[in-house]
């Protein structure tokens, strides 16, 4: 199956309460919706993940904020769920990470998509060296990409927390 990354829309008081108690954190993020919970939206981007926060911060695991969100940023939230901890990001935040995005277009984006850089960086999942009349990883990558952008996006209008995890 491989590594993927979620991200869930929430409230920011809820964030608030899984910062706290670790084992609530488990517990949510493992899909279940704790008392007093409301319902929650969520992205899988699948594995597109690490492409995404290359394209985003020309590295491989750091960059800075805003565009570091996918990889790194926010706050540790509940204990390691195989690839670490979930990480998480306030309404405030969500809203500059959406500000970020908002200035940068699918388009835009894709500009930066350089499969040599990708395949060099051994970005996940490392299939950046096939032929492109083989295989559309430019196609797969701007489609994840998209829904994220929409989904920050989204959310900052919302009002809403977000949150990261990698299973």
């Keep these: 199956m491989g590594m993927v990354a979620m991200f869930r829309r929430l409230a920011d008081a809820e ?3 899984l910062r706290e108690d670790a084992e609530l954190a488990t517990e949510y993020l493992s899909d279940a919706t704790p ?4 319902p929650y939206t969520d992205l899988d981007v699948d594995k597109a993940w690490h492409a995404i926060h290359f394209l985003l911060t020309g590295t491989a695991w750091g ?8 990889v790194t940023g926010g706050t ?10 979930a990480h998480g990001f306030t309404s405030a ?5 959406a500000a970020a ?12 998509f350089n499969p ?3 395949e060099a960086d051994e970005i996940y999942p490392e299939i950046w ?5 083989a295989d559309d990883t430019r196609g797969y990558v701007a489609e994840h990409y998209d829904a994220l952008r929409t989904f920050v996006m989204e959310g900052a209008a919302a009002g809403d927390a977000m949150i990261v995890s990698f299973t």
Excluded: K, T
């Design 35 to 38: 008392d007093g919970f409301g």
């Design 116 to 118: 040599i850089a990708l």
């Design 76 to 85: 540790e939230i509940g204990e390691d769920l195989g690839y670490g901890p």
């Design 101 to 112: 995005l908002e200035l940068l277009p699918v388009e835009q984006f894709m500009a930066r």
């Design 15 to 17: 964030l608030s309460q």
């Design 93 to 97: 935040e969500v809203r500059e990470i």
């Design 129 to 133: 060296d096939r032929p492109a009349e």
């Design 63 to 70: 960059g800075e904020h805003p565009f570091n969100f996918v």
